[in-house]
């Protein structure tokens, strides 16, 4: 420490010869030592870093300790998100994933792993609780209307295309058939964990963070966010949730969240759609019906415990609609929630849940 060459200067010889007497060096040293002790043990610093992982970017905000070494966290971090996007990108032929939608025995059990199963089960927990409008099986239908390719084809399927597809969809058919093991019911089963799995590697690296003794940071993967403890100021994180307007720059707020210890993800149909005839076909697709959703919901903004129940919840909400959706934030202790509407002249009325006015300003 610094302190420790003041103090050997000051003790030295020379110097001592200077003083009048031994209780003078005595109360000079103790005096430095008041001064710098606080700099070494209780001042805290603001480290930011940032990279891409899943296709977007991550944004990282960590409060520490002054003197506390964050060298080579990022790269634990990135090892870890690395990891990730290894098990659950449908983009790499020889993920975890692409593996499972290839297998096609539906006689035997497919192996997965930790990451893997961890998100399978809260899957499954998101498709029953919201009764099939969150499905991880939709991937058909995404790239049937041209939203889960590079090169958007902006085309309306024929129904009778959309109804056989449908007999390939639905989470029921994929169950889990041993520690670590699920099995399709259906051989043209597949999977896509799309909409949660920005919010699962969230999760996974603010565990990550506490597992270094990080207590104060906020986290964000394409839009997701973890928010732990308070910034350096001592307050709680601000979260802006974006104007849901296809004309909105990423920098027009609509509502601005503060959060400790809490997750934040949002939803909407207003970046990835395409008109005909005057209407908008968003890449939101119901699972139930294979359509893209027409019920006036421009985005929906979930503040939960966890950022993977966040995630999913979102993109859900935006295919039940106001009212069920609504309902089913109202119904879920420790989740609160805002669902935009369009109105019938394209006027944006938000409804906010019974306690998100409390988490937000």
Known sequence: MIYYDIVDFLTSNRVIAKLHTMKQVLRIIVLIILVCFPLSCGAEKEVAFSGRTMGTTYHIKVV??????????QEKIDA????INQSMSTYIQDSEISRFNRFSDVDKSFVVSDDFFHVFQKAQQLYTLTEGA??????????????????????IPADNTIQDLLKTVGFKRIQISGERAIQKMHSAITLDFASIAKGYAVDQVSGALK????????V????EVFAAGVRKDGNKWRVGVNVPDKGAALQDLYRVAQLSNLAMATSGDYRNYFERDGVMYSHIIDPRTGYPIQNKVAGVTIIAPGCTMADGLA?????????KGMALIEQLSSVEGLIIVRDPEGNLRDFPSS?????SE
Not at 64 to 73: M, Q, R, V
Not at 220 to 223: A, D, K, L
């Open 355 to 359: 306690g998100f006015a409390t988490l």
């Open 64 to 73: 520490t300790g002054y003197f506390k070494p964050t060298s080579g966290l």
């Open 211 to 218: 597992a270094e003794g990080i207590m104060n940071f906020i």
């Open 315 to 323: 993109t859900a909400i935006v295919v039940m609609g106001k009212e």
């Open 220 to 223: 964000e993967i394409g839009g």
């Open 80 to 83: 870890r998100l690395e990891a």
């Open 134 to 155: 969150w499905d991880g099986t939709i991937k058909p239908l995404v790239d049937l209307w041209g939203f889960g390719k590079p090169e958007r084809l902006e085309r």
